[in-house]
C-alpha cells in the first residue's frame, strides 16, 4: 500500500464510513439501515470536499496546513468524543437489557451515539474558518506565513507597532531650522517646491554660516541619495533622511565630500556620525546628528550666525527643543568638528569635541485611514501602543495626532518597574527610547496581564517580536515574520486584526451550529431510556446533522470562495469558541430547538395527529430553523449584513435543502428512509410559525448572552 493509502486508512471520515455500514447492517429494518449509511455517505462526502477546498484556497499563499492551538484543541475534543461514545453505547445497550426496554429503539439510539454525537466534522469547519480569514487577509495585502496567525491576531488585544511610519505617509518635511540663534521656516511640500524664510523673506546660502553648516550636516551626515530615474531625480532611504536632503538642497545644498567611515545609529546611542575625506581647503570633518540631549553632550561650543564658535547654552537649546516637540514635530540636532586624526575607525571615543550646529524640526502628515484604525482598535478593546526611539516628550506628541495620548513611559521607568503608578502599563500609549532588553520586559509585562500581544516591526525584526504572540512584518524577505504588511499601514494590520476576529466569530458561530444537533440527541436517548415517545426519531437526527452540515460546508466554500476582502471595522471583545459563553450559548439554542420540537409534537398528538405525523411536524420545523441559521451565516457577518454578490452554487444548494424538506414529508422513498408522514397542509403555518419563533427566541437570548459577557480588555489595553 502507498502513503495515500496508508494516509486515507488513518482518516476518522474511514472509521465514519465503517461505524455506519456496520449500524445499517445491524439496524432490523433495512429502510433505516440504508438511510443512516446514505446519510453517513454524503455527510463524508462533504466532509472531504472542503478539506480539498480548504488545501486548494491556501495553497497559493505558500502556508503550511491549517494546525493551530485551536484545531488541535478541537481535534483531540473529537478523538475523546470518540473514545466515550462507544462506552457509552454499550453502557446504553446494558441499559436496555436491565431495563426491558424495545431493542428498536436502543439500536436506534445507539446508532445516534455513535454517529451522530461525534462531532467528525468540526476540525474541518474550524480548519475552513480560519483558512477563510487567511484568504481574506491576502486579498487585502495582508499575507499569513502561518496560519495559527490568524488566530492569534483575532484573538489580540494590544498591538505595539515599531514603525511610526505605519500611522503616518511615508514622506517627512521639515518645517523649522533653528542655527545661530535664529528661527527658520521652510516652506512647500519637497525639494524643487519649497524655500527657507526668516521673517516671510526668503534666504539664500551664506547669509546665515550657522544656517549653511546646519543644513550640510544633515546632507552629510545621511544614509539617503538622490537617484535619477527617467530624467527626473528622487531621493531615496528613509524618511526622515530624505526630508534632510530636501531641506539642503532648498538653500541650494547638494554636494557631499566622500565619506571615510560611518558611526551607525543605536538605540543605546541614540546619534549617528560620519567621517568625511578633505577636500580642496576643508579638512576632513567629523558630523553628528541625533537625539538633541545626546549630541549636546558631545558638544563643547555653538556656531554663531557670524561664523564664530561661541559659549554653549544647553537649557536654552533643550528649552527649544521641548516647545517644538509640544507641537508635535520631531527634532534632530546637528554638530561637526575637523577630524583631528583622519582615519577609517570611528567610535564614540574617538570623536573630538563637537560644535552645535542647530536644529532641525520635521513633521510626517497623519494618514487618515490610519485615525480611523486607532479609533476602531480603542473601540474593539485593542490597545494601541508605540515603541519609539525619540524622547517621551516628542513621542506623546506625535502620538496625540492620532488619538493615542494617555500617557508615556520611558525605558528607565519600565526598567525600574514603576508602570503601577498614575500612567500604568495598560494605559500608557507611546514607550520611548527603550534598549532592546526593556522591549522584551515590555512585552513580556502585557503578556503577563493576559493580553495577547502582536508587534509589527520594520525592515528588521525588533527585540520585542521574539517575545510577541504574533509577529508582523513590512517586508516580503521577512521570513521571521507570522505575517507580512508589503507596504502597508496600520489600517491594514487593523484590518487583518478585524479579519482574525472574523475567523475566530466564525469559528465559534459554525462550532455552535454544529453541537445543536447533538445536544438533541441526548435529549432523544434520554427519553429512550424513559420508555417515551421522543419527539423526533434517531434516524431523524441524521437527517438534521446532515442539514446542519451541508448549511456549514456551502456557506464555507462559499466564503473561500470570495475573492472581495470583507475588511471592517474590529467587532467587539472577542471570545473563544471553547468559552464558557460559547457553550452556553449552544445550549440555549439547542435547548430553544428541543422546547419547541416537543411542544409542536405535544400540540400534534393533542390533535389527533399519528406518531409519525407529530415526529415529521417536528422535525420539519427543527430543519427549518436550522436551514435559517445556515442561511444567516452566509448573508449575514458578525457586524450585520454581507455585502453581495453572494456565491451562486451555495445560494443554489440552500434553496435546493429549502426543497428537500417537502420532499421528505411528501415523497414516498424519503418517507421510507427517515420514517416520516405526510402532513395535512394546517400543519405548515404553525410549523413555520413554530421555526419563526424559535429563530426569535434565539436571537434574543443569544444577545442577551454576549452583551452578558465583560469585555476583555479595556478601551486603551
Known amino acids: 500500500m502507498g502513503p495515500r493509502t496508508h494516509q486515507a486508512l488513518r482518516s476518522p471520515l474511514v472509521y465514519v464510513v465503517v461505524a455506519g455500514g456496520l449500524l445499517a447492517v445491524w439496524s432490523e429494518d433495512l429502510w433505516t439501515g440504508a438511510a443512516m449509511l446514505a446519510v453517513v455517505a454524503m455527510a463524508v462526502v462533504h466532509i472531504w470536499a472542503l478539506d480539498r477546498r480548504v488545501a486548494k484556497a491556501i495553497a497559493p499563499l505558500g502556508v503550511p496546513p491549517v494546525v493551530t492551538p485551536l484545531t488541535t484543541a478541537i481535534g483531540r475534543f473529537r478523538f475523546l468524543t470518540a473514545l466515550v461514545m462507544p462506552v457509552a453505547a454499550g453502557a446504553l445497550i446494558g441499559a436496555g437489557a436491565l431495563l426491558g426496554l424495545e431493542s428498536s429503539a436502543v439500536r436506534a439510539a445507539v446508532a445516534v451515539l455513535m454517529i451522530v454525537a461525534v462531532p467528525w466534522e468540526l476540525p474541518s469547519i474550524v480548519a475552513a474558518a480560519l483558512a477563510t480569514g487567511a484568504v481574506r487577509m491576502a486579498h487585502g495585502r495582508t499575507l499569513v506565513r502561518r496560519p495559527a496567525a490568524v488566530e492569534k491576531l483575532g484573538a489580540t488585544t494590544v498591538v505595539c507597532t515599531r514603525r511610526a511610519g505605519l500611522l503616518t505617509s511615508d514622506r517627512a518635511y521639515v518645517t523649522t531650522v533653528v542655527a545661530g540663534g535664529r528661527a527658520y521656516q521652510v516652506t512647500g511640500a519637497g525639494r524643487d517646491h519649497g524655500e527657507i524664510t526668516q521673517g516671510g523673506v526668503a534666504v539664500g546660502p551664506g547669509a546665515d554660516p550657522a544656517l549653511d553648516a546646519c543644513l550640510q550636516a544633515g546632507l552629510s551626515c545621511n544614509d539617503a541619495r538622490i537617484v535619477e530615474r527617467e530624467g527626473v531625480s528622487a531621493a531615496v532611504g528613509d524618511a526622515t533622511e530624505r526630508a534632510l536632503l530636501d531641506s539642503a538642497a532648498m538653500l541650494g545644498l547638494e554636494k557631499v565630500s566622500p565619506r571615510v567611515a560611518t558611526l551607525p545609529y543605536t538605540p543605546e546611542q541614540l546619534f549617528m556620525a560620519t567621517l568625511h575625506e578633505p577636500v580642496g581647503e576643508t579638512p576632513a570633518m567629523v558630523y553628528a546628528k541625533g537625539a538633541v540631549e545626546r549630541v549636546l553632550y558631545l558638544c563643547d561650543g555653538r556656531l554663531g550666525a557670524d561664523g564664530q564658535v561661541g559659549e554653549l547654552d544647553r537649557r536654552e537649546v533643550l528649552d527649544t527643543a521641548r516647545w517644538l516637540t509640544r507641537r508635535g514635530l520631531r527634532v534632530l540636532a546637528f554638530a561637526s568638528a575637523p577630524a583631528v586624526t583622519p582615519g577609517t575607525e570611528l567610535t564614540e571615543r574617538s570623536l573630538p569635541p563637537l560644535t552645535f550646529l542647530g536644529l532641525q524640526a520635521m513633521h510626517s502628515p497623519v494618514l487618515i485611514d490610519a485615525l480611523e484604525a486607532v479609533r476602531g482598535c480603542q473601540d474593539a478593546g485593542v490597545g494601541v501602543k508605540i515603541i519609539t526611539g525619540d524622547d517621551a516628550l516628542m513621542a506623546r506628541s506625535s502620538a496625540a495626532w492620532v488619538g493615542l495620548a494617555e500617557g508615556a513611559l520611558s525605558g528607565a521607568e519600565l526598567a525600574d518597574g514603576r508602570f503601577g503608578g498614575p500612567v500604568s502599563l495598560d494605559r500608557a500609549t507611546v514607550f520611548a527610547r527603550l534598549l532592546p532588553e526593556e522591549e522584551r520586559r515590555l512585552v513580556r509585562a502585557l503578556r503577563s496581564h493576559n493580553h495577547v500581544v502582536a508587534v509589527i516591526d520594520g525592515e528588521a525584526a525588533g527585540a520585542g517580536r521574539g517575545q510577541a504572540d504574533v509577529g508582523v512584518g513590512t517586508s516580503i524577505s521577512d521570513e521571521g515574520a507570522d505575517v507580512v504588511l508589503p507596504g502597508g499601514t496600520f489600517a491594514t494590520a487593523a484590518a487583518g486584526i478585524a479579519e482574525g476576529r472574523a475567523a475566530l466569530e466564525g469559528v465559534a458561530r459554525y462550532t455552535g451550529h454544529a453541537l ?103 422535525l420539519v420545523s427543527t430543519s427549518l430553523v436550522v436551514l435559517a441559521r445556515s442561511s444567516a451565516a452566509l448573508f449575514f457577518g458578525p457586524d450585520g449584513p454581507r455585502a453581495g454578490p453572494y456565491d451562486r452554487r451555495a445560494v443554489a444548494a440552500l434553496l435546493a435543502m429549502a426543497a428537500l424538506q417537502p420532499a421528505l414529508v411528501y415523497l414516498p422513498a424519503f418517507n421510507h428512509l427517515f420514517a416520516t408522514a405526510p402532513l395535512d397542509l394546517p400543519f405548515w403555518p404553525l410549523i413555520i410559525g413554530a421555526g419563526a419563533g424559535a429563530c426569535g427566541v434565539i436571537a434574543v437570548l443569544t444577545e442577551l448572552v454576549r452583551r452578558g459577557v465583560r469585555p476583555q480588555v479595556t478601551r486603551n489595553g
Open 516 to 618: 445543536v444537533p447533538r445536544v438533541i440527541a441526548f435529549v432523544v436517548v434520554l427519553a429512550v431510556l424513559l420508555g417515551l415517545d421522543a419527539p423526533v426519531e434517531p434516524v431523524h437526527l441524521l437527517w438534521l446533522n446532515l442539514a446542519t452540515t451541508m448549511g456549514l460546508m456551502i456557506t464555507l466554500n462559499a466564503e473561500l470562495r470570495t475573492r472581495q476582502a470583507a475588511f471592517r471595522p474590529a467587532p467587539g471583545p472577542v471570545r473563544s469558541p471553547l468559552a464558557p459563553a460559547r457553550v452556553a450559548e449552544a445550549l440555549l439554542v439547542a435547548a430553544v430547538l428541543g422546547a419547541q420540537a416537543c411542544a409542536l409534537f405535544a400540540w400534534a398528538t393533542t390533535q389527533g395527529a399519528g406518531l409519525a405525523e407529530a415526529q415529521t411536524a417536528a
